[in-house]
């Protein structure tokens, strides 16, 4: 794992209790904290702030003793994310409790970058480690971010919670909190990560070896038909993908991705021991979390309903050929700005191969072509007889 340390890179991985233990100690601190500071409305200065707090394990006069190594906690822009939490729903309890009540769960990584993932006990967070540059750019983000999430609480674009920075042993584990799209209660029969673009967008043997693979663009075309929707599903969710997109052409973001779950209704509907879970889980807490909710706004047309609700999840009726499905989805990797890097990187792939089909594009001809093949390819609309 690489992690930053200063400017340079190094190789560094404390051990996995270690560091889920220093998570939940870490932001139990900083949230508890949080609410003695009286609720406000949120100022410039707030999205730029950063608080530090050393946490020694024997303890202090304003920190709990505990097991794991000495480390500092860093909390970033605390005010405007606790603003966000509200935004949807989150009250300061439920988000201790999520992150801090059971062990997290540690989850495989399906995409090209070395982060670790996370899980919450109760399915409603992911805790991602990222990289300096990506932290730093978040940081200028917010608000922009603030301002969207104000016009338009219902978006496919990631919903962050709170970002934070674990500083051990000279290492710096930079950490940000966001909604979890892909429920685990339920079944993904297909999981894809969808670019629109071609070069190179197959899933590895590696990938595929697994038990539950991340298959890419060309992989999709290969065993999918497409994804149909009825008329008003279909312009709600790529009036939302629209919107996201010009939304992430408007700060030159690029290179994201479209994480595609599906569950098939017709095969077995949740497991057995998943099931008992899912009564749990349907408590959301989390406003607009859902896929349904994410793109049901205020649409042209009333969203078809999804079958038994307490076993959909909140996924989004499709069907592929005569198979009922629940789709769940979310845009996800938007922390990539298109800097010289990968101005450098677009010129010499497009050298050797068609400039159309590499995923490293300007911001707006990537929006564009994602939007169309998404659009296209992969979601269809049910035309009625």
Same mark, same amino acid.
């Given at each position: ?18 560091? %889920? ?25 707030? &999205? ?5 707090? &050393? ?10 003793? @505990? /097991? ?50 996370? +899980? ?11 990289? @300096? ?6 940081? %200028? ?14 978006t496919l674009l990631p919903k ?41 967008? @197959?899933? #590895? ?10 298959? =890419? ?10 994804? /149909? ?9 790529? =009036? ?7 939304? +992430? ?7 994201? #991705? ?9 095969? %077995?509907?949740?497991?057995?021991? $998943?099931?008992?879970? #899912? ?9 607009? #979390? ?13 969203? $078809?309903?999804?079958? $038994? ?30 800097? &010289? ?19 490293? @594009? ?15 390819t992969v979601f269809k609309k049910?035309?009625?007889?």
């Amino acid at each position: 794992q690489s992690v930053q340390n200063g400017n340079a890179e190094i190789s560094y991985k404390p051990t996995a209790s270690a560091l %889920k233990g220093a998570i939940q100690l870490g932001i139990g601190y900083a949230v508890g904290n949080l609410t003695s500071k009286p609720d406000r409305d949120v100022l410039m200065q707030d &999205f730029y702030m950063v608080e530090s707090v &050393f946490l020694p394990s024997e303890g202090s006069n304003m920190t709990p003793a @505990h /097991h794991f190594p000495d480390f500092r906690l860093k909390t970033y822009a605390p005010l405007a994310f606790r603003y966000f939490r509200e935004l949807f729903g989150i009250k300061a309890d439920d988000y201790l409790y999520s992150i801090c009540n059971e062990p997290l769960i540690e989850l495989s990584n399906p995409g090209a970058s070395s982060s670790w993932f996370y +899980l919450t006990s109760d399915d409603e967070f992911i805790i991602k480690t990222v990289q @300096h540059k990506e932290a730093e750019f978040l940081q %200028k983000l917010l608000p922009g971010y603030y301002m969207n999430l104000n016009q338009n609480p219902r978006t496919l674009l990631p919903k962050f919670y709170g970002l934070y920075c674990i500083q051990c042993a000279g290492v710096n584990i930079r950490l940000v909190v966001m909604n979890n799209v892909l429920p685990r209660a339920l079944q993904m029969h297909y999981k894809y990560d969808l670019k629109g673009s071609t070069y190179k967008r @197959h899933a #590895s043997c590696k990938e595929r070896a697994k038990f539950s693979p991340t298959f =890419k663009d060309l992989d999709f075309q290969e065993m999918l038909e497409g994804l /149909h929707f009825d008329g008003d599903t279909y312009s709600a969710l790529m =009036k939302t993908l629209q919107r996201d997109c010009r939304v +992430l052409e408007s700060f030159k973001i690029m290179d994201y #991705s479209l994480l595609l779950g599906v569950h098939v209704l017709d095969k %077995k509907c949740l497991d057995r021991g $998943a099931r008992a879970d #899912s009564k749990r889980l349907n408590g959301q807490r989390v406003l607009y #979390s859902t896929a349904l909710e994410s793109i049901q706004g205020e649409g042209d047309g009333k969203v $078809a309903e999804p079958v $038994a609700d307490d076993d959909t999840m909140g996924g989004i009726p499709a069907k592929h050929k005569d198979e009922k499905l629940l789709i769940f989805l979310g845009i996800i990797d938007i922390l990539q700005s298109y800097r &010289f890097i990968k101005k450098v990187e677009h010129s010499w792939k497009a050298l050797v191969h068609d400039g159309d089909t590499v995923s490293v @594009h300007r911001p707006g001809f990537y929006a564009d072509r994602f939007l169309k093949f998404m659009g296209g390819t992969v979601f269809k609309k049910i035309h009625r007889k």
